[in-house]
């Protein structure tokens, strides 16, 4: 087997990284949250792989003055690799696709059809990183055979079996060429996702959540049915919790806002008074001494988040305001404030709005001293749902919610 060194001789324009120990074992601890040998062996794959790169991108652009890498969905990292092979990288403006397989002699890029097809999903550029585990540490690497771009693979790769395929000796094995077309819109366009029912959601996650089915993205339904399926953040993560045997035990994953409406409330979703009047977690709030009412709120709840380790146990209230206007629309608030007595927020704390697809539709960033960050306030259509993260460095938790739907029978 060659070694790293020898090989980086033999094809100096190709990308070559070193694969760490350590990566290898964190990858493989991670990979145990998986159902079967064979999404767990995905999982554990991509783990290596986007975190090598991320570490080098990181480095590389460690003098200039562009943005810094980012995992797109890293909160869904878990249910995305349980049913599927591939991580995308927010780079700037640009969404960097890597594909991963563990050969020692590729001759294609395979491609998922679904991060080709699914607007979410869709990447500027994909890489095929061919990746070599071996016994010794100095045979543990991973190598970029090259590029393609998204318009390219819907009009040049071979699209059969949900996958599309293109010979790397069609790729661009220089990376650098990146660069040079960053400003060229490389995307084609693609159709949106047909609508799925609720009804048809259950009935496909009850059948594609036994974990028996390997690779449930190629069983027998159409793609169109699949993709719409995964799209969705929370049946994505039903699928998953399905796959792993552990549905029942986060009943509450989805805070149903149409309860708050009624005066019913989550466990965890506290009022403000009594977060600001409990002894037992020695609070201050900033908004103990500030204005936070929101006018015409018809309910409100604050939420503690703790940061873990992160930050010495640290924790920040997340508040959320609803206001019922209009019989199908209601106007929600968000806001982040710290808690444990602080007067500031972390600096460089994320508070991120996404849609019921995964879309990023605001996000927000703390500084030095902000005693609060608040997102602009926005409409949510009864029947629809949207996901609010809060995240600072590695860590970050997602909280999902829906608003359902009034009925003839209903009347707030």
Not at 73 to 88: K, M, P, Q, R, Y
Request: with cysteine; proline share 4%; aromatic share 8%.
């Amino acid at each position: 087997m060659h070694c790293l060194n020898e090989l980086e001789k033999a094809h100096p324009n190709r990308l070559w990284l070193q694969i760490s120990a350590m990566q290898k074992q964190q990858a493989w601890e991670q990979a145990q949250h998986h159902s079967n040998t064979l999404s767990r062996y995905n999982a554990y794959l991509n783990h290596i792989v986007v975190y090598t790169f991320l570490n080098f991108v990181v480095e590389w652009l460690s003098e200039e003055s562009t943005p810094q890498p980012q995992i797109a969905n890293s909160d869904s990292l878990h249910n995305i690799w349980e049913v599927l092979n591939g991580t995308a990288i927010v780079l700037g403006e640009k969404r960097i696709v890597l594909i991963p397989s563990e050969t020692s002699f590729l001759e294609e890029l395979c491609v998922p059809q679904e991060w080709v097809d699914i607007p979410s999903f869709v990447g500027d550029y994909y890489l095929a990183v061919q990746v070599n585990l071996g016994i010794d540490d100095s045979e543990c690497w991973m190598s970029v055979r090259g590029f393609t771009t998204h318009r390219q693979l819907k009009y040049k790769a071979n699209n059969q079996t949900h996958s599309y395929l293109m010979p790397v000796e069609h790729l661009t094995e220089n990376l650098t060429l990146m660069q040079v077309i960053q400003e060229i819109d490389v995307r084609s366009q693609i159709p949106q996702l047909s609508s799925l029912s609720e009804t048809e959601a259950q009935t496909l996650l009850q059948l594609l959540g036994n974990p028996s089915i390997y690779s449930p993205r190629l069983h027998n339904l159409s793609f169109e049915k699949w993709a719409s399926l995964i799209n969705n953040n929370y049946w994505r993560q039903q699928l998953y919790q399905r796959r792993i045997g552990q549905l029942n035990k986060n009943p509450k994953s989805v805070v149903n806002l149409s309860n708050w409406l009624r005066n019913i409330f989550e466990v965890g979703w506290e009022s403000i008074n009594t977060v600001i009047n409990s002894e037992s977690q020695n609070l201050g709030f900033a908004f103990r001494h500030r204005e936070v009412h929101i006018k015409g709120v018809t309910a409100e709840r604050v939420k503690l988040v703790d940061l873990g380790m992160q930050l010495g146990n640290q924790s920040v209230a997340l508040l959320l305001g609803l206001t019922q206007e209009e019989q199908q629309k209601v106007w929600i608030r968000v806001q982040l404030h710290p808690a444990n007595g602080e007067d500031f927020l972390p600096p460089n704390m994320k508070l991120t709005l996404f849609s019921d697809t995964g879309t990023v539709l605001q996000t927000l960033e703390s500084r030095s001293q902000d005693h609060l960050i608040q997102l602009k306030r926005f409409i949510c259509p009864r029947g629809k749902g949207f996901s609010i993260q809060v995240a600072l460095d590695d860590f970050n938790i997602t909280e999902y919610f829906t608003i359902q739907p009034l009925d003839s029978s209903q009347h707030e």
